[in-house]
């Protein structure tokens, strides 16, 4: 059973800083990509930043430059370093790991954790 379980949110001013962390237990392939997406209120959920089993990273065009995702194979951990903090950033945010079974493509999210920023 693959579990996934996101802390590190919470509430700071624009221009701020967090740090989300994600923990993955439970058996997952060496291949597998992960990423960090988000949901703001009324919006449907979308992609922040992705990366994949190599190291090779992707971003949404509003967060280049301010987040930076890193994942630790090993620990079968992703992280998300969040920058110079927007109102518009306020969204619960989700990771999300992905690997395909032969044909079959397997996604666990995590609960999701809330980053608020104030204005």
């Known amino acids: 059973q693959v579990r996934l379980v996101e802390s590190g949110g919470g509430l700071v001013q624009a221009g701020g800083s967090l740090r989300l962390s994600c923990e993955v237990s439970?058996?997952?392939?060496?291949?597998?990509?992960m990423a960090w997406y988000r949901q703001a209120p009324g919006k449907e959920r979308e992609l922040v930043a992705g990366?994949?089993?190599?190291?090779?990273?992707n971003y949404a065009d509003s967060v280049k430059g301010r987040f930076t995702i890193s994942r630790d194979n090993a620990k079968n951990t992703v992280v998300l370093q969040i920058n110079s903090l927007k109102f518009e950033d306020t969204a619960v945010y989700y990771c999300?790991?992905?690997?395909?079974?032969?044909?079959?493509?397997?996604?666990?999210w995590g609960q999701g954790t809330q980053v608020s920023v104030s204005s």
């Open positions: 999300n790991v992905n690997f395909f079974v032969l044909i079959t493509k397997k996604t666990y």
């Open positions: 439970g058996s997952i392939p060496r291949g597998s990509a």
């Open positions: 990366i994949t089993s190599a190291g090779t990273t």
